[in-house]
């Protein structure tokens, strides 16, 4: 079971691996030329954040980093969707934020299907909003797969393997 800093390394590891992939695949059809110099250096920091978040997220389920980090941007958005009136969607949000504590720690949060349910949202919603470029969310759902399989792998659930115990000498 990796920590705090070892689910980061991680995530970077990997993201740096996806990002080669994206890059390789823009390069092809030469899609980058689409994208002002704004877009490339926004967008693949976007992506390294996205993909940072998801490699904590697993976590939200017990006392850590990423509990404390999703937390806190929950309380904050309940508080704009209340001060805005927007009552419904601000009981939504705490109902969602609440269901990762019900559970047990390494529960369902540790599970390959949460991986893909999760960040689907990035997917999903840019679909149903700009239905002129339905996959305009797939580098970003990508982005927090890549990231919450770095936390599965970094905590032996997709390989499992034997840690080392140091010995003091």
Same mark, same amino acid.
């Given at each position: !079971?990796?920590?705090?800093?070892?689910?980061?390394?991680?995530?970077?590891?990997?993201?740096?691996?996806?990002?080669?992939? *994206?890059? #390789?695949?823009? !390069?092809?059809?030469?899609? =980058?030329?689409?994208?002002?110099?704004?877009?490339?250096?926004? =967008?693949?920091?976007? *992506?390294?954040?996205?993909?940072? !978040?998801?490699?904590?997220?697993?976590?939200?389920? &017990?006392?850590?980093?990423?509990?404390? %980090?999703? @937390? &806190?941007?929950? #309380?904050?958005?309940?508080?704009?969707?209340?001060?805005?009136?927007?009552?419904?969607?601000?009981?939504?949000?705490? *109902?969602?934020?609440? %269901?990762?504590?019900?559970?047990?720690?390494?529960?369902? &949060?540790? &599970?390959?299907?949460? !991986?893909?349910?999760?960040?689907?949202?990035?997917?999903?919603?840019?679909?149903?909003?700009?239905?002129?470029?339905?996959?305009?969310?797939?580098?970003? =759902?990508?982005?927090?797969?890549?990231? @919450?399989?770095?936390?599965?792998?970094?905590?032996?659930?997709?390989?499992?393997?034997?840690?080392?115990?140091?010995?003091?000498?």
């Amino acid at each position: !079971m990796a920590t705090y800093r070892g689910h980061i390394a991680g995530a970077s590891v990997f993201y740096g691996l996806y990002l080669g992939l *994206l890059v #390789f695949v823009f !390069m092809v059809d030469a899609a =980058y030329a689409r994208f002002s110099t704004l877009e490339l250096v926004a =967008y693949p920091l976007a *992506l390294f954040g996205l993909c940072l !978040m998801f490699g904590l997220w697993p976590d939200v389920d &017990t006392n850590s980093v990423g509990q404390n %980090l999703f @937390y &806190t941007i929950f #309380f904050l958005a309940d508080v704009v969707l209340i001060a805005t009136k927007n009552f419904e969607e601000a009981a939504y949000l705490g *109902l969602f934020a609440i %269901l990762p504590v019900l559970g047990k720690h390494r529960g369902w &949060t540790h &599970t390959w299907w949460a !991986m893909l349910l999760i960040p689907s949202p990035l997917l999903l919603l840019p679909y149903l909003f700009f239905p002129e470029r339905p996959l305009s969310g797939l580098p970003f =759902y990508g982005a927090a797969v890549v990231g @919450y399989f770095s936390h599965l792998f970094m905590d032996g659930l997709i390989i499992p393997f034997k840690r080392r115990r140091r010995v003091a000498r």
